[in-house]
């Protein structure tokens, strides 16, 4: 089951006026969500938020939530055409452990960002009604799409769900600018194998600041053994 035909036509009213405002809506979304729910900090790369320049630009990560708003007004009535796009970002999702509830979070900020954006008289009821409608639709989409994804890391061997504790046990230097860091299990556990070309996240409580800090590493040696590399 898909999007109503009603909806489908809204979205595709939207869409030139997203692209019009594509700059404004990242920068406007990921404040009033910060300001507002500064507990997300834990949950998002916050250098993702940094500006491409010293102007008021946004960031990828702010132009990554416009593009991806205009690509879904764009094929809600071919959804099919969004499946590596709902798949490369639920893995994301889990990597960092989004919850379900955040949904709803995310998506009242985003209606208020609309109206902001574009105004009370372009973002009318009828507007805000639909945008709704597709939001939720493709929330729940997520939704189900990483409670099966987490259900399979936790049931794969050596497999968890959430975050779990892992020691740095070894470093290595391999040029003046990298270095490999080895990592174990802090439960002495077994770990879960990997993919050629996935990542690791990791989330750090630094000292001196106010949130905690998340970033994707690459894995960078062959799956197997005790030890992420």
Same mark, same amino acid.
């Given at each position: 089951?898909?999007?109503?035909? =009603?909806? *489908? /036509?809204? +979205?595709?009213?939207?869409? $030139?006026?997203? %692209?019009?405002?594509? &700059?404004?809506?990242?920068?406007?979304?990921?404040?009033?969500?910060?300001?507002?729910?500064?507990?997300?900090?834990?949950?998002?790369?916050?250098?993702?938020?940094?500006?491409?320049?010293?102007?008021?630009?946004?960031?990828?990560?702010?132009?990554?939530?416009?593009?991806?708003?205009?690509?879904?007004? =764009?094929? *809600? /009535?071919? +959804?099919?055409?969004?499946? $590596?796009?709902? %798949?490369?970002?639920? &893995?994301?999702?889990?990597?960092?452990?989004?919850?379900?509830?955040?949904?709803?979070?995310?998506?009242?900020?985003?209606?208020?960002?609309?109206?902001?954006?574009?105004?009370?008289?372009?973002?009318?009821?009828?507007?805000?009604?639909?945008?709704?409608?597709?939001?939720?639709?493709?929330?729940?989409?997520?939704?189900?799409?990483?409670?099966?994804?987490?259900?399979?890391?936790?049931?794969?061997?050596?497999?968890?769900?959430?975050?779990?504790?892992?020691?740095?046990?070894?470093?290595?230097?391999?040029?003046?600018?990298?270095?490999?860091?080895?990592?174990?299990?802090?439960?002495?556990?077994?770990?879960?194998?990997?993919?050629?070309?996935?990542?690791?996240?990791?989330?750090?409580?630094?000292?001196?600041?106010?949130?905690?800090?998340?970033?994707?590493?690459?894995?960078?040696?062959?799956?197997?053994?005790?030890?992420?590399?």
């Amino acid at each position: 089951m898909g999007l109503s035909t =009603a909806t *489908c /036509d809204v +979205l595709k009213i939207c869409k $030139p006026l997203l %692209e019009e405002n594509r &700059n404004q809506i990242g920068l406007t979304f990921y404040k009033k969500l910060f300001d507002e729910n500064p507990g997300l900090r834990n949950t998002f790369n916050m250098s993702h938020q940094r500006p491409a320049s010293e102007a008021e630009e946004p960031s990828a990560q702010q132009l990554s939530l416009s593009n991806a708003l205009i690509a879904y007004c =764009a094929n *809600c /009535d071919q +959804l099919e055409k969004l499946g $590596p796009f709902v %798949e490369r970002v639920a &893995n994301k999702h889990v990597s960092f452990d989004v919850q379900p509830e955040h949904y709803p979070v995310v998506g009242g900020v985003l209606l208020a960002t609309l109206e902001e954006v574009l105004g009370k008289e372009t973002f009318s009821g009828d507007v805000k009604n639909a945008v709704a409608e597709a939001y939720f639709f493709l929330a729940d989409i997520f939704i189900n799409k990483e409670s099966g994804l987490k259900k399979s890391l936790e049931a794969a061997p050596g497999g968890w769900s959430g975050w779990r504790k892992l020691k740095l046990v070894d470093k290595m230097a391999e040029t003046p600018l990298h270095m490999s860091l080895m990592f174990a299990p802090e439960d002495g556990g077994s770990l879960m194998s990997y993919q050629p070309g996935q990542y690791l996240s990791l989330r750090l409580d630094i000292p001196g600041t106010d949130h905690q800090h998340c970033r994707n590493y690459s894995l960078s040696d062959g799956p197997g053994g005790d030890r992420y590399r």
